[in-house]
């Protein structure tokens, strides 16, 4: 069953944990509230959860605190959304008239008919800024050095009134809703992890400078560094962990398990032991160290975790099937189930 709990900002009253029908009860009385349960990275407001205001009669979108101000305007657009779905979530976007949201190729799940789709070099973070064909190059050059396409997808609300886009994670996880100016206006992801975010959200790269790091730290040497200061969001594998490190405070990771982290902390890899346990415990040679102060996201599910058990238990060549029951050959295959006939 799944377990909420609530913050009221007004009064710093901590309310849980609390099942879904009483948390929605909750959200509909005091509809000011954050909300977190287990797999999410941050508290959101309670409007911006579709698990907690979907099917509440009148219960108005969502209106996220808008970002500061930079010269008179803000650098991203002020963006409105909600993150549906448990095991398999999606975010849906609600733009106004002249709003945009980028997101990366292949990641649309549907749109309204006003939402207009242009494909831009680079991350768009440049588009109506002025920004000259050496500035989009650039931008374009850092996904291509992430693994990441030349261009991004931009949704634009070109009608009246509201529109809404949608963008789905590629593989079984959690949508995490971060907005970059309550984390120091930058954070270090790994390098396939954005998934959408504001126009005006910039999507650089981070050098791993150590080389051990960037051979056996399971990120490589470069990762993805998200900048500015409007809502982005963030695909993990499976369920995730948010940790405060303290200065100083060091936790060891899987090299796989490290989704982003803040731009003060460090990361490093240590041995995992012993040359027994580097044999034969399982976790390879390597675990990640990530040094505070700052917050780290880890994943419960890493994509090359379930690719390996994928590619398995997939059929070898000449029929053979890797399997539970593989052991006993045809019998087996019988015995567990796992049948093509």
């Known amino acids: ?35 977190w349960r287990e797999g999410m990275g941050d508290w959101l407001p309670v409007r911006n959860i579709a698990e907690l ?33 448990q095991e398999m979530q999606f975010v849906e976007i609600e733009l106004d008239p002249g709003e945009s949201a980028i997101a990366e190729a292949g990641a649309l799940m549907f749109k309204d008919s006003a939402v207009q789709m242009d494909t831009v070099f680079g991350d768009g973070s440049h588009q109506g800024q002025g920004g000259g064909f050496m500035d989009k190059l650039l931008s374009a050059g850092k996904r291509v050095i992430t693994g990441e396409s030349l261009f991004t997808t931009m949704f634009t609300h070109g009608g009246s009134g509201k529109a809404r886009v949608a963008f789905a994670a590629p593989y079984p996880g959690t949508v995490l809703a971060m907005k970059l100016d309550e984390h120091g206006g930058r954070i270090i992801c790994q390098k396939d992890s954005f998934l959408a975010g504001a126009r005006g959200v910039q999507i650089g790269v981070h050098f791993q400078r150590k080389i051990l790091t960037g051979l056996f730290g399971g990120e490589g040497f470069i990762m993805q560094k998200l900048e500015g200061d409007g809502w982005v969001f963030i695909h993990a594998g499976g369920c995730v962990v948010e940790r405060e490190l303290a200065a100083g405070e060091r936790i060891d990771v899987d090299t796989g398990c490290v989704v982003g982290y803040h731009a003060g902390v460090s990361m490093d890899v240590r041995p995992v032991g012993g040359i027994k346990s580097m044999l034969f415990g399982g976790e390879g040679v390597f675990l990640a160290t990530l040094t505070g102060p700052g917050k780290v ?11 390996g058990r994928m590619l398995a238990a997939a059929p070898q060549a000449g029929g053979q099937n890797r399997g539970e029951g593989s052991v006993l050959g045809g019998l087996g295959r019988i015995l567990d189930g796992d049948n093509r006939f």
């Open 1 to 35: 069953m799944t377990q909420w709990y609530l913050h009221d900002p007004a009064s710093n009253r901590r309310i849980g944990p609390m099942d879904t029908d009483s948390a929605r009860a909750e959200a509909t009385r005091n509809p000011g509230l954050l909300a």
């Open 297 to 307: 996201w880890l994943q419960s599910l890493p994509f090359s975790r379930l690719a």
């Open 53 to 85: 205001v979907d099917g509440v009669p009148g219960d108005p979108a969502s209106v996220p605190p808008p970002p500061p101000r930079q010269g008179g305007r803000s650098r991203a657009d002020d963006i409105e959304f909600r993150i549906h779905g």
